[in-house]
């Protein structure tokens, strides 16, 4: 028989009128029932670096292991969750920020979860790892040259930027601070697809994360 | 083999920078490896009504069956996600935005999802209700009449709000809208938490979710 544990812990806000509900189930029991250790995958990179074809790559695999995972897309959390945000310097930061407080529930749920958006700034990207254990974040650095970037410019947008069509564009007229410390470092420039994806998998299967080989 | 399908299509947003992106898994590949059908149970009430009790319970048992479930708590997210909002008629329904957007994220991701917060405007939650299918969303009125909440006053907020220490309060200084046509409907003052938590696995089971008696 299984049996449930690891509930969040009941604590009271500084708000008067909310307290922390204690849970029967927490992640620990939500991922037993599927069999592997939850982990938030932070891909953070250049605009056309390759980080969402890997991501989706990786993803694939995992699944075909039968692992359970969820990919948090920043493109595609902007046509929801984060639809009010702008491009602006606070809104990226907020941007982050929601998608690391998702990402943190999802792997209360249990998931392997993918995050894959720029996350240009530093601070952002470690407040990110602080809001979970520290062995249930890896930073997966999508490094490819910003004049590689350029020249694949696979939605025209550098293109737009250099012409001083869009404001705020990372790696033209707004700052990327590439990680000090990535747990994984991805050249795009340098692999494939495929092979890239199998970096990713490897580190996890080193770190005792995943068992298969997909 | 099992094969992936269900992605996300590919589409222009209005803002000049951001484009969807495919992805080869999407809900039905996620939840396949789950052998389940994803779902939103949206449960609203007045605070007091027992919403986290019953939803904690249906959690419990739907996991027990092998279901893979997550809770989204109203409170727990305004120590998170929704940490930058306040209890003004606007703070509540970018709240409950928030909620779903983040349901339907779990939604994708092949989850039963128990969303449990008290929602009191019909208009919010029915546009909660129309990010997702019309077989994925189910409202559950967590009833129960506001003198018996009060009587219960199980977090000693009522006493506080009628003390008037507490702005905003739904049903005291704020409205809570009950819900026209819940798909279903719990007197928590007329029933225990199994009972009631039964009720719910009950439709489930008629509507061909589950398959198990948990």
């Known amino acids: 028989m299984i049996t449930p544990g690891n509930a969040a812990p009941s604590r009271m806000l500084e708000a008067p009128t909310i307290r922390q509900h204690s849970l029967t189930l927490g992640k620990n029991s939500r991922s037993q029932i599927k069999s592997q250790k939850p982990l938030i995958l ?7 670096a390759g980080k969402s074809t890997v991501a989706d790559r990786i993803e694939h695999r995992l699944w ?3 692992h359970h995972t969820m990919i948090l897309d920043g493109d595609n959390l902007r046509f929801g969750l984060n639809k009010d ?10 941007n982050i920020r929601r998608t690391a407080e998702v990402a943190k529930l999802m792997l209360d749920a249990g998931l392997i979860v993918i995050c894959s958006l ?3 700034f530093r601070r952002e990207r470690t407040e990110a790892r ?18 590689e970037c350029m020249r694949r410019d696979p939605k025209g947008l550098y ?24 747990e994984i470092h991805l050249r795009t420039d340098m692999a494939d697809v495929d092979t890239l994806a199998g970096q990713v998998l ?9 068992a298969c080989v997909p």
């Open 159 to 182: 293109a737009r930027a250099l012409a001083g069509q869009i404001p705020n564009f990372t790696g033209i007229s707004s700052p990327y601070e590439p990680p000090d410390a990535p």
């Open 202 to 210: 490897d580190e996890l299967r080193r770190r005792g994360i995943i």
């Open 85 to 94: 945000l702008t491009f602006t310097d606070a809104g990226r930061v907020e």
């Open 64 to 66: 075909q292991c039968g």
């Open 118 to 120: 720029i996350s240009p």
């Open 42 to 48: 932070w891909m953070t990179g250049l605009s056309g």
């Open 130 to 147: 602080q809001l979970v254990g520290a062995d249930e974040f890896l930073e997966v650095f999508v490094d490819a040259p910003l004049d």
